[in-house]
């Protein structure tokens, strides 16, 4: 009772903060009923561009996205059955994982999504994560035009580290999967295998040994489910096999039941 009393507080303080720090929300009209403010404070959060926060307030926020996380419940790999060869499914919240890295499905400008309550998984990871992890993925930008251009766009298959700041995970990785617009092809089924392969290049080179991969591509960027379940599992399982004894553990994280039966069907 004393944590919700103070989680509430919590709520109401954030609410006001990211009203008055948006501008032009700053006279909106807060709900009296907590899952109203919830929405408030998190449409807020996705729609703020990176910039900086007073300490004061960051502070707040972080008490109050992990006993938010801790609300949830935090999933270890340990608790998660492994299925075969080090790979295992788990249906369910990205952000609950406590892994050494989890896998976000980002766009080309690795903001995170600026959709308010949106249900992708690129606004799930940033709101919990909070307002930090979007203006580390804007730093990593910039110093990516300065170097490229002012026009750079992160490439598919490429992987961006971050830290993963409340989440339960160590880092975020963010790649951008290949979209799927006029049909599938020899070329985008590679793509999406690099992302796989790189991604898991890149927790070799970090030593982050557990990954839990979303389902890269299958949701607004169209490719087919079933397919990509299979170029995931041959991919990570050829890695694997090169790779041995670099990653305790690779778990394909759904959320669909139909891509859960898909990922069963593949590993059973």
Not at 84 to 99: P, V
Not at 113 to 123: A, E, W
Not at 245 to 261: L, Q, S, T
Request: glycine share 4%; with cysteine; proline share 4%.
């Amino acid at each position: 009772m004393k944590e919700n009393r103070i989680q509430d507080q919590r709520l109401d303080y954030l609410v006001e903060e990211f009203k008055a720090d948006s501008g032009k929300y700053k006279d909106l009209q807060t709900p009296e009923d907590r899952l109203g403010k919830r929405q408030i404070l998190r449409s807020l959060m996705n729609i703020r561009m990176p910039k900086t926060m007073d300490a004061s307030v960051l502070a707040v926020q972080d008490d109050y996205l992990q006993e938010r996380i801790r609300e949830n419940g935090i999933v270890e790999p340990a608790d998660i059955p492994v299925i075969k060869d080090g790979l295992s499914i788990w249906q369910g919240d990205i952000t609950r994982l406590a892994a050494d890295a989890i896998v976000n499905a980002a766009n080309s400008q690795m903001l995170g999504c600026f959709i308010p309550m949106h249900t992708c998984i690129d606004n799930c990871i940033h709101t919990f994560a909070g307002i930090q992890l979007r203006a580390e993925c804007a730093r990593q930008m910039d110093r990516l035009r300065v170097k490229y251009g002012r026009d750079y766009e992160q490439p598919t298959a490429v992987p961006m580290l971050t830290d993963a700041y409340n989440l339960p995970a160590k880092k975020v990785i963010h790649i951008v999967g290949p979209i799927v617009e006029y049909g599938l092809t020899k070329e985008l089924e590679a793509d999406l295998a690099a992302c796989y392969r790189n991604t898991l290049d890149l927790c070799l080179q970090n030593d982050l040994r557990t990954v839990a991969f979303c389902c890269i591509s299958t949701g607004v960027f169209h490719f087919p489910g079933k397919r990509a379940a299979e170029i995931a599992v041959e991919t990570v399982t050829e890695w694997l096999s090169e790779h041995e004894g670099k990653m305790d553990r690779v778990i394909f994280n759904v959320f669909k039941d139909e891509d859960r039966e898909n990922y069963e069907q593949l590993l059973q």
